[in-house]
């Protein structure tokens, strides 16, 4: 029963973090012509700053213990990259399907988690997560005449390192790490990291711009809290595929806000994708 709840959490959680994630993603697509490397660091900036009050309010250290370094660095590198990959296809595709390529990360994280922490899927698990990849491929439209090609690709190796980084996320949380201090690790990270490029090459902003960039962070700190707490509460081979919902979200928000209407293959494949969510809920649903 203990091991139910806390799968339902950890399936609730996701779902909360897929909508501040649509948000975000939203924020940043609305945010217009600044350079990707901009956009990150005021993402990331505010983040850590929503992170830092939680640090200190539990009076936690700053610099991190020996034995947690390396899994940090490389959460933090490897989100970092996801998120440079993202932003860019933001910037050239409509949000659902910038999202969603995006969303190959629940995927990557079952592979990594294997291999990490062997957290071996099963046959049914890996059948849906398959699946969930042919969806994603309808999206994808690999083609060498699809304009479309370059910043789809950035979006599917974003989703694979942002896949990475959760397997991290979840290989930390089990050994005792704190995931505020893992939200706050990766958005400082993030944010020395974009402050050389944006010394160099500064685009000035609207008021309309720098505000939506403050939402975007305040929006990814709510996604990375609720992502982090979810891996820490249940294994990426059970959780992981409800991170799909961004999807939904990510659609809705942009019809709403940028009448975005996807045409008939990502429609596909975001129906391939829904029902392998489902499917996997219900399996949870019985072996639970």
């Known amino acids: 029963m203990e091991n139910k709840k806390q799968l ?59 034995g947690e370094r390396s899994g940090l660095m490389m959460r933090s590198a490897a989100g970092f990259l996801g ?34 922490l062997r957290e071996s899927p099963n046959r049914t698990q890996i059948i849906c997560i398959m699946t969930a990849f042919v969806g994603a491929m309808f999206v994808l439209k690999p083609s060498f005449q699809n304009s479309e090609l370059i910043p789809s690709c950035a979006g599917f190796f974003g989703g694979a390192a942002a896949g990475l ?34 010394i160099f090459s500064y685009s000035q902003m609207t008021t309309q711009q720098l505000l939506l960039l403050i939402g975007a962070g305040t929006a990814a700190a709510g996604g990375q809290f609720a992502i982090t707490a979810s891996y820490s509460y249940a294994p990426a081979k059970e959780v992981s595929i409800y991170d799909y919902s961004q999807i939904i979200f990510a659609g809705m928000l942009g019809f709403v806000f940028k009448s975005e209407i996807p045409d008939i293959y990502s429609f596909i494949g975001y129906f391939i994708i829904i029902s392998a969510a489902l499917v996997m809920f219900l399996y949870n649903k019985r072996r639970t």
């Open 8 to 66: 339902y959490k950890a399936i609730l959680l996701i779902m909360t973090s897929a909508f501040c994630f649509a948000v975000m993603n939203l924020c940043v697509s609305l945010s217009g012509d600044v350079p990707v490397i901009q956009k990150s660091f005021f993402r990331n900036f505010f983040a850590m700053l929503i992170a830092s009050v939680t640090m200190i309010k539990n009076k936690h250290y700053l610099i991190p213990k020996k």
């Open 165 to 198: 980084a959760y397997a991290f996320v979840r290989k930390l949380t089990s050994g005792g790490t704190k995931g505020y201090y893992i939200v706050f690790f990766f958005s400082a990270f993030s944010t020395l990291f974009s402050a050389p490029a944006l």
């Open 83 to 116: 998120m440079l990959g993202n932003y860019y296809a933001l910037s050239e595709l409509r949000v659902a399907d910038a999202s969603l390529l995006n969303k190959m990360s629940p995927f990557f994280a079952i592979l990594f988690s294997a291999l990490l």
